[in-house]
């Protein structure tokens, strides 16, 4: 949520800024101190900032803890294969953080980055323009209730020995340990339950499908509340249209 206010916020004081057209006439930068001082993540200014050795990708400490739990990460921002091991405290940028001060977005005082996110959490215009913020309305209105059961899309099943609850590490794992010769043409599991995927498509070569299609978890990095909600928007107006 505050992401999506931040970014309303960013275009709107550009377009009051920005000056009239005319001859010599700049415009307004987009980007200011606090913007590059976020995390690419969260979009908010680095909390507990922590960076990765092998690319120099700086995140929130807990922003990156979700792929520090896979079994291979890949940085999530250029997706390079990196050593958990190998992620240390940036003290550099933590030193950036509490030299540098930005205006807030709600009350334009000028705050020191590093106390950036506990101004913002307490500024009383902040909430004001918060609750003043566009609502979501879908494209296409429906009555139709939104479905409230969610796939698991945590565990799998293997498509071959029907081994069950294999998050999708194991199933990759599970598959090149047991059926690396197997020559049956199987329905990916991990595609299936996704909201795209085709149960009843078939992978003519199901390991090299998923060494190549799934290098890392679909939930590592999708909302799936966002993701529901956008598929199943899309699906209505594709039906509407249909009809």
């Known amino acids: 949520m505050m992401a999506m206010f931040r970014s309303f916020v960013s275009s709107t004081q550009l377009r009051q800024q920005q000056p009239s057209s005319g001859p010599g006439s700049l415009a307004a930068p987009a980007e200011g101190i606090e913007s590059q001082f976020s995390c690419p993540i969260c979009l908010e200014v680095y909390h ?4 990765i050795a092998s690319c120099a990708h700086t995140f929130c400490g807990e922003c990156l803890q979700p792929c520090l739990q896979v079994t291979s990460p890949l940085c999530p921002l250029c997706r390079v294969p990196f050593d958990p091991k190998k992620v240390e405290r940036s003290s550099s940028v933590e030193k950036q953080l509490a030299s ?4 807030c977005r709600g009350c334009s005082k000028k705050v020191t980055l590093v106390k950036m996110r506990s101004h913002i959490a307490s500024c009383s215009k902040v909430h004001e323009q918060i609750a003043n913020c566009p609502k979501f309305v879908p494209v296409v209105p429906t009555s139709q209730p939104i479905p409230s059961n969610i796939p698991n899309r945590s565990t799998f099943v293997c498509p071959f020995c029907g081994a069950r609850n294999l998050d999708q590490q194991e199933l990759v794992n599970h598959c090149m340990d047991n059926h690396r010769n197997d020559p049956n043409k199987v329905v990916c599991p991990v595609c299936s ?5 085709d149960p009843s498509y078939k992978s003519s070569n199901f390991l090299q499908h998923l060494l190549h299609r799934h290098k890392f978890s679909y939930d590592t990095f999708v909302d799936y509340s966002i993701d529901e909600e956008a598929a199943l928007q899309a699906a209505l107006a594709l039906s509407l249209a249909e009809n």
Do not use: L
């Open 100 to 103: 540098y001060k930005a205006p």
């Open 193 to 197: 339950a996704m909201p795209w995927g």
């Open 48 to 51: 507990k900032p922590v960076s």
